[in-house]
């Protein structure tokens, strides 16, 4: 019994003094949309004005580029850095396509705003 207490201490040490040399795969530590984020989708799916948002979201981005015949490639969207296997729907479904598309136009609008002033 002490061997394998033994055993199983100096494994849960190897294993933490290798895991603090991992290198760290989300570079962003923010997860999920921001308030600003959620309140413009909120206000825009029920007509109402909202700010457009400062840049496109990891997940908006993912849907228009990594959804092909209505399948998300994951390995696409991880890339981008949204994890398509935290959605409940289907990200490929046409409401979330015509959604972030909507949020696409109106974060390159503001681009043109500043350009034609």
């Known amino acids: 019994m002490e061997k394998y207490l033994l ?11 290798q895991a603090r040399n991992t290198p760290v795969l989300i570079e962003n530590p923010k997860l999920g949309p921001t308030y600003n984020e959620l309140l413009f989708i909120l206000q825009s799916r029920h007509g109402m004005a909202g700010m457009q948002p400062k840049h496109l979201t990891p997940c908006a981005r993912a849907i228009l580029g990594c959804c092909n015949n ?3 490639n994951d390995t696409c969207s991880e890339n981008l850095k949204c994890g398509a296997h935290f959605f409940d729907d289907n990200p490929c479904e046409d409401k979330f396509i015509i959604d ?8 390159y609008e503001q681009f043109n705003a500043v350009a034609s002033a």
């Open 100 to 107: 972030a598309l909507e949020a696409a136009k109106l974060f």
């Open 70 to 72: 209505k399948a998300m």
């Open 7 to 17: 055993f199983a201490a100096v494994a849960t040490i190897i294993a933490q003094t």
